[in-house]
């Protein structure tokens, strides 16, 4: 395997020995598929990072840890990477930590292997139950800043807090499917990832506060638990559009866009409006091709910004900077940003 960059620093980069980076470099046995694979994306991350490796100044390793879909996940990588040049002479090194679906178990033991094989700083999405509670805390006591990205862990003892004020993004998807029906009854689908994340919890509180404080006569039929893929995403709506002949807008909490509208065309049902997050490649396509009518957006790059701050922050005794939150867009087919 060619590359120009010591294994000591690939072992650095993956978090792993610098005997496992040698017997994947030398194509010898007993590694696990998994880690192989952790070595080789440490690789391209590190020619990725090659830019700034002239420069002169502080190292800083951060371990970015996310359940979430492959298409979000992929954003914030661009993100990340994007905002790593800014920094300079300060090199950030980011190792990525992404699967879809997690279990609990999975990320607890994940955070307490980042934890004692050591880093500058965690940037987390994950649910928001006791056990990654008490994994971030333990990481904490250990000096290690724990950045919540997106998603908060407000009881926890995380250093701060990365994203969109995710109550009010919420309360403009109500705003914006309330006016659209003028005072006319409606019935939306709410679609939730997982009622485990704390952000999506808090978009849904704030629409339905708005919905019932101001449009009562707009209906909601809420799925969860699809995780945002498409597969599982489509059989929920799909189940719910059947049982359901009033629904006729959509807003899309958690994502898997693709398979809500193919849904609702299988089963020859219009809407009226669908409302979704986040300025994925998905949506950007979708929202050119007419088929959603709005995306929430905040600047992963503005919470990328926010993360490192806070991680530099967190570097000097006695001093701390909370993570801004970053600004709600409401983005149409006509005001769509350049991708990073």
Request: proline share 4%.
């Amino acid at each position: 395997m060619s590359h120009p960059f010591l294994v000591k620093d690939i072992a650095f980069q993956a978090g792993v020995s610098t005997a496992t980076v040698d017997r994947v470099l030398n194509g010898r046995p007993g590694v696990r598929r998994q880690t192989e694979m952790r070595v080789k994306a440490a690789i391209a991350e590190l020619e990725k990072q090659q830019t700034g490796g002239g420069i002169s100044g502080r190292t800083l390793a951060i371990d970015i840890v996310m359940e979430t879909p492959e298409r979000f996940s992929d954003a914030v990588r661009s993100a990340f990477e994007a905002e790593v040049a800014t920094f300079l002479p300060t090199v950030f090194r980011c190792r990525f930590h992404f699967a879809e679906v997690m279990k609990p178990i999975e990320l607890v033991q994940l955070i307490d292997r980042i934890r004692l094989r050591g880093t500058h700083g965690i940037v987390l999405k994950a649910p928001d139950i006791p056990e990654i509670a008490a994994a971030v805390e333990r990481a904490t006591k250990a000096g290690i800043s724990v950045i919540t990205l997106v998603t908060d862990l407000p009881n926890s003892s995380r250093t701060a807090y990365a994203g969109a004020d995710n109550r009010a993004a919420g309360e403009t998807a109500a705003y914006l499917i309330g006016n659209s029906f003028d005072g006319a009854d409606a019935r939306v689908l709410v679609t939730l990832s997982s009622g485990r994340f704390r952000g999506e919890e808090e978009r849904e509180i704030g629409f339905r506060r708005v919905l019932r404080e101001r449009y009562p006569q707009i209906g909601v039929t809420e799925i969860s638990e699809g995780h945002g893929t498409d597969a599982a995403t489509g059989t929920l709506a799909a189940r719910a559009i059947a049982a359901d002949a009033a629904i006729n807008a959509v807003y899309s909490v958690g994502g898997g866009n693709r398979a809500v509208l193919a849904a609702f065309e299988a089963a020859g049902r219009p809407i009226r409006i669908f409302v979704a997050h986040d300025l994925d490649a998905d949506n950007r396509a979708l929202l050119a091709a007419g088929k959603i009518g709005f995306v929430l957006h905040h600047d992963l790059r503005t919470d990328a910004r926010s993360a490192f701050r806070a991680i530099m922050s967190g570097q000097v005794k006695g001093h701390s900077a909370p993570a801004m939150l970053s600004a709600v867009e409401i983005i149409t087919s006509y005001n769509m940003p350049t991708a990073v």
